[in-house]
């Protein structure tokens, strides 16, 4: 929703975009449909590609294995202080 980001981008100094990198389990809450789960992929992609463009310097992608991920907010938060 754009609106929400918009929101977000007024009131916050950062917003980290974690695109998603894992198949997502069959835990019975998440559809798995993989036609379904790619479109969705795509259309968060999508969306949030507009925004890092916009505001580098408020919205950062955030990937890899979890210890690298935490580690990249880390960093990210430390630069903004």
């Given at each position: 929703n754009r609106?929400?980001?918009d929101q977000m981008i007024q009131r916050y100094d950062l917003?980290?975009?974690?695109?998603?990198?894992?198949?997502?389990?069959?835990d019975g809450v998440r559809n798995i449909n993989?036609?379904?789960?790619?479109m969705m992929k795509n259309?968060?992609?999508?969306?949030y590609?507009?925004?890092e463009k916009k505001?580098?310097?408020?919205?950062?992608r955030i990937h890899g294995p979890?210890?690298?991920r935490v580690f990249q907010i880390e960093k990210k938060i430390v630069e903004k202080l």
């Open positions: 609106w929400l980001v917003i980290f975009y974690i695109p998603v990198e894992f198949e997502p389990p069959d993989s036609v379904y789960y790619e259309k968060f992609e999508d969306f590609q507009i925004y505001y580098p310097d408020i919205i950062t979890v210890m690298e």
